[in-house]
């Protein structure tokens, strides 16, 4: 009686689980990223601000965000002018292509979703009393 080798197909099945568990995902940007992996958001960034709640005034402004990325750490400095804050610390995370940040105290935080690596939108939240507004922001690294 022949022995039968296992071991090739053992590996092919094993092969395949790899393939499939670590396979490719892809965000709703059509931004094709390997599963887990986290773009490089490092850089200066800036961009628009529209309020949603002060519609009637047409509030809005711009923002500048000198970022550093450590991993899915970011730190660095943010500027809001029109809110008065100027090289006020930044903290946020960045996981695949979703991207938080803001200043240190959560006076403004802005939630988004980055496109490639140099371009970002989604919505902000400034809960700084008395004046409590959100709105969208959009924004591009130089």
Do not use: H, R
Not at 34 to 63: R, Y
Not at 72 to 83: D, F
Not at 102 to 122: E, H, L, Q, R
């Amino acid at each position: 009686m022949k022995k039968e080798n296992k071991l090739p197909g053992f590996a092919l099945i094993c092969c395949l689980f790899i393939s499939i568990s670590t396979g490719c995902t892809t965000s709703s940007n059509n931004v094709t990223q390997p599963s887990g992996t986290v773009i490089n958001v490092s850089g200066e960034w800036n961009g628009p601000w529209t309020s949603s709640v002060f519609i009637a005034l047409n509030v809005k402004g711009t923002f500048k965000a000198t970022v550093v990325q450590s991993g899915t750490v970011l730190t660095g400095t943010i500027n809001v002018p029109e809110i008065g804050m100027t090289n006020a610390q930044l903290k946020g995370t960045v996981d695949t292509t979703n991207i938080t940040f803001g200043d240190i105290d959560n006076k403004i935080v802005f939630t988004g979703v980055v496109s490639g690596n140099s371009s970002a939108s989604g919505t902000y939240i400034y809960a700084y009393a008395p004046l409590n507004d959100n709105g969208t922001w959009s924004g591009t690294k130089k």
